[in-house]
C-alpha cells in the first residue's frame, strides 16, 4: 500500500470511534397554501398534522460540530381538501401526504444547540373521497432544514429535543392546467416539526 493510500486509510480508522448514530421521532404541521386552477376553481391550503421517524450517521465529530447522513420517513396523514367553483358549488374530499428522504445535517453544540439540514423528499400526493374520482402524484424535492434544542451529552445516549421549521427550495405556483398540476401546488410549502431523539 503506498504512503498516501496508507496515510488516509489511518486516517479513516482513526475517525470511526468519533461516529455516532442517532434515531428520532418528529410531530410536525405540514402548511399548504390556497389555490385557483385554469378553470376558477379555488382550492383551500391543505395543512395536515403527521408524525415520522428519521435516522442519522455521524460521519464528522469536531466536539462544537457534528456532520451526519440522515434518512427520514413519514407515513401519509390526511385534511381535508375542499375546492369552490365559480358557481358557488363545494366538492369536499381528502388530500393525503407523505414522504422519503435522505440528506445530510450539522449540528452545532452550544448552550443552545443549532440544527440545519438539507434533504431531497420523494413526496406522495393522495386525493380519495371526491365525486371526480381518486388520484395521486409524486413529487421530487429539495427541502431547507433549521432546528434549535437541547441535547444532554451523557456517556452512551444522548436525548435531544428540538424545535424544526422546514421549507422546500422548489414550489409549483400557477399554470394548474391539469389534475397533476393542481395535486403538485397543493404540495407542502413549509412544515414545523418537534423531533425528539437519541445519539448513540
Not at 398534522?49 to 396523514?77: Q, W
Not at 445535517?105 to 440544527?115: A, E, G, P
Not at 428540538?162 to 421549507?167: I, K, N, P, Q
Request: hydrophobic share 45%.
Amino acid at each position: 500500500m503506498r504512503r498516501p493510500a496508507r496515510l488516509a486509510f489511518c486516517l479513516a480508522l482513526s475517525a470511526l470511534p468519533a461516529a455516532a448514530g442517532e434515531v428520532g421521532l418528529f410531530a410536525d404541521k405540514l402548511v399548504g397554501k390556497a389555490q385557483v386552477d385554469a378553470a376558477g376553481n379555488r382550492y383551500d391550503a391543505v395543512s395536515p398534522t403527521g408524525f415520522g421517524v428519521r435516522m442519522g450517521y455521524t460521519l464528522i465529530n469536531l466536539k462544537v460540530a457534528e456532520i451526519g447522513v440522515t434518512a427520514s420517513y413519514r407515513p401519509e396523514s390526511e385534511a381535508d381538501l375542499v375546492a369552490k367553483s365559480p358557481l358557488g358549488v363545494v366538492t369536499r374530499g381528502r388530500m393525503g401526504v407523505s414522504y422519503g428522504a435522505v440528506g445530510a445535517q450539522v449540528d452545532w453544540k452550544f448552550l443552545v444547540s443549532i440544527h440545519a439540514g438539507l434533504e431531497m423528499r420523494h413526496e406522495r400526493l393522495a386525493w380519495t373521497g371526491l365525486a371526480s374520482g381518486n388520484g395521486s402524484s409524486t413529487v421530487d424535492r429539495p427541502w431547507a432544514r433549521l432546528g434549535f434544542g437541547f441535547s444532554l451529552p451523557l456517556p452512551v445516549l444522548s436525548p435531544i429535543i428540538r424545535v424544526e421549521f422546514s421549507a422546500p427550495l422548489r414550489k409549483q405556483d400557477g399554470n394548474l392546467f391539469s389534475t397533476g398540476d393542481t395535486r403538485e401546488a397543493l404540495a407542502p410549502q413549509a412544515q414545523a416539526a418537534v423531533y425528539v431523539g437519541l445519539r448513540f
